[in-house]
């Protein structure tokens, strides 16, 4: 199939987050979700985003991984819990979302990319591959 679309560019990306060297995956329960969040509460998370760009065309490459810090308000377990009633925290890996304000809100300060932290995807990167392949 894609010796049909030579010209083709591949973007993928993978995220996830860790905490005190344990890799917080998506929850499997509300209950999970509620306790990491409070693991979460008043600590420095690291969100690592696996990135590859491949170019059919060229067969240029990118494959790197962009790591991003972030601090967590401390959060009073009604917010928490409030969080997990509102949001589908189950689809989340480390059962939040900072896409959406009432993820972000959750979030004391950001260092490095905000659109992989946000959104799994540092668009940066993928614009300059874009323009340079």
């Known amino acids: 199939m894609l010796t049909q679309y030579p010209q083709t560019k591949i973007i993928a990306a993978d995220t996830f ?5 344990k890799i917080l995956e998506k929850p499997r329960s ?6 990491m969040l409070r693991l979460q509460s008043g600590n420095i998370i690291n969100v690592h985003t696996g990135l590859c760009c491949l170019n059919l065309a ?7 991984t962009v790591k991003v ?4 308000r401390q959060l009073s377990d009604n917010e928490i819990d ?7 925290v189950l689809t989340w890996s480390a059962a ?7 993820g972000m809100a959750l979030i004391a300060w950001v260092s490095g990319s ?6 799994g995807l540092p668009i940066e ?3 300059k591959f874009l323009a340079t392949s």
């Open 17 to 21: 987050v860790v905490l005190a060297n």
């Open 30 to 35: 509300l209950t999970e979700a509620r306790e």
């Open 58 to 64: 060229t067969g240029q490459t990118l494959k790197t």
């Open 69 to 72: 810090e972030a601090e967590f």
């Open 82 to 88: 409030q969080y997990v009633i509102n949001q589908p």
């Open 96 to 102: 939040f979302s900072p896409a959406y304000d009432s």
């Open 114 to 119: 905000l659109t992989s932290f946000t959104h």
């Open 125 to 127: 990167l993928v614009l």
